[in-house]
């Protein structure tokens, strides 16, 4: 949800900066050339499809440096393993913490 956010504000940080640049008073026409697949379906412009594998690739890192943060935080944990085992050993050592501080509480 915040990533979309952040999509759609640097949408509107483009478009401005495409109608700022302008140097008549009417907003620029930008064209992006769109070509139909077999299916009869349009294919993405190229401009679009680049921009929205940087904005995917920006999201996977994110999603990578997080998980590198968990890995940290677990103890004994390998470095490397799947994303699913590293989440159920997340899940394993909340729950132990969370047992633990109800203990110390009660």
Same mark, same amino acid.
């Given at each position: ?21 302008? *140097?008549?008073?009417?907003? #620029? ?11 009869? &379906?349009?294919? /993405? !412009? ?6 929205? *594998?940087?904005?995917?690739? #920006? ?11 968990? &890995?940290?935080? /677990? !103890? ?31």
């Amino acid at each position: 949800e915040e990533e979309e956010e952040e999509e759609e504000e640097e949408e509107m940080l483009c478009m401005k900066t495409e109608m700022s640049s302008s *140097s008549s008073s009417q907003p #620029r026409k930008v064209e992006a050339k769109m070509t139909t697949t077999t299916a009869g &379906r349009q294919k /993405i !412009p190229s401009t679009s499809r680049s921009k929205h *594998s940087e904005t995917e690739q #920006r999201r996977r890192s994110k999603i990578n440096d997080r998980f590198q943060k968990l &890995r940290e935080i /677990i !103890p004994n944990s390998e470095q490397r393993r799947d994303k699913a085992s590293l989440l159920l050993e997340v899940i394993d050592y909340i729950q132990f913490l969370q047992h633990k501080v109800s203990k110390l509480e009660g």
